[in-house]
């Protein structure tokens, strides 16, 4: 099997482990709040991924000498994935996917501030291209943009911040570092905000399979992204993370009767091509 076949088999799981965290997260949020929800998230990653080191034998790559960047970075995904699970229980998710898609454009605009990297006349374009796409899904005036919504954009930001971080991070920590601080540090961060009110919600028997799928699929989910990335060039891995939104589209109009609204597609639809713009620009430099 050829290495970028390879890469696309990783991307379907990437997609359904990311459409089953989706609808998982909708399913709990009756019952959780988002804070809960990365709580209980985290401590079942920090498990998986204690026990994987230990049986990969990469325990002892846990230690590191920048706590302030492992922080930074999972303040930064910490906020961007508790707005993103209260943007899945508040608007449809096709918009919710369509905005989060746009993270890669603020990876742009932040890597010159926090990597030193040059930005180039290509990514402005790509960026210009990109914020026109986010005025399509959120027609601001023409519809009241709502907590979701607002949610949803500020989502994309926070991953972007993760992205950047994470990036920076990957020149001296090692994955299992990486993720090991990932996991502990926001379930730290989980607990606190969970319980600023006094008061932590259990999970019920109904709800505990969620949130195990919540925990796995966010972990499954960047496993299958990264590997594939590993095994072909981001030009051909990228484009079929976009099929996430059709995918998606499906399972609002079939499990919660979503609309099917045509300037979320089309703006998306623009999102996608800035994004693939700047790709082929990058690969081509």
């Not at 920590?173 to 932590?200: H, K, N, R, S, V």
């Amino acid at each position: 099997m050829s290495p970028t076949l390879r890469a696309c088999l990783w991307m379907i799981g990437s997609i359904l482990s990311f459409t089953a965290m989706a609808i998982a997260g909708r399913a709990v949020s009756l019952d959780l709040d988002t804070f809960e929800i990365m709580l209980y998230r985290s401590v079942i990653g920090a498990g998986i991924v204690i026990v994987v080191a230990g049986y990969a034998g990469t325990l002892t790559q846990i230690r590191t000498r920048k706590p302030g960047a492992h922080l930074a970075r999972n303040i930064c995904h910490f906020t961007g994935q508790n707005l993103w699970f209260y943007a899945i229980a508040t608007i449809p998710l096709a918009q919710v996917f369509a905005l989060e898609f746009t993270s890669p454009l603020w990876v742009m605009v932040l890597a010159p501030l926090v990597l030193n990297e040059r930005l180039t006349r290509s990514q402005l374009i790509a960026g210009a291209a990109g914020f026109i796409g986010i005025l399509i899904v959120t027609r601001p005036g023409a519809q009241s943009v709502d907590a979701g919504l607002i949610a949803a954009a500020l989502a994309a930001i926070g991953f972007a911040g993760s992205a950047v971080l994470t990036r920076r991070l990957t020149r001296t920590e090692t994955i299992t570092c990486i993720l090991f601080y990932l996991t502990t540090m926001q379930a730290a961060l989980g607990l606190i905000c969970a319980g600023a009110d006094g008061a932590i919600a259990l999970p019920t028997l109904a709800n505990l399979p969620f949130v195990a799928v919540i925990a796995v699929a966010g972990l499954v989910a960047h496993f299958c992204l990264t590997t594939a990335l590993s095994l072909a060039p981001a030009s051909i891995v990228m484009p079929i993370d976009f099929t996430r939104l059709p995918v998606i589209v499906i399972v609002g109009v079939l499990l919660y009767a979503e609309p099917l609204d045509p300037y979320v597609l089309l703006g998306a639809a623009v999102i996608f091509a800035a994004n693939y713009y700047n790709i082929r620009a990058s690969a081509r430099a």
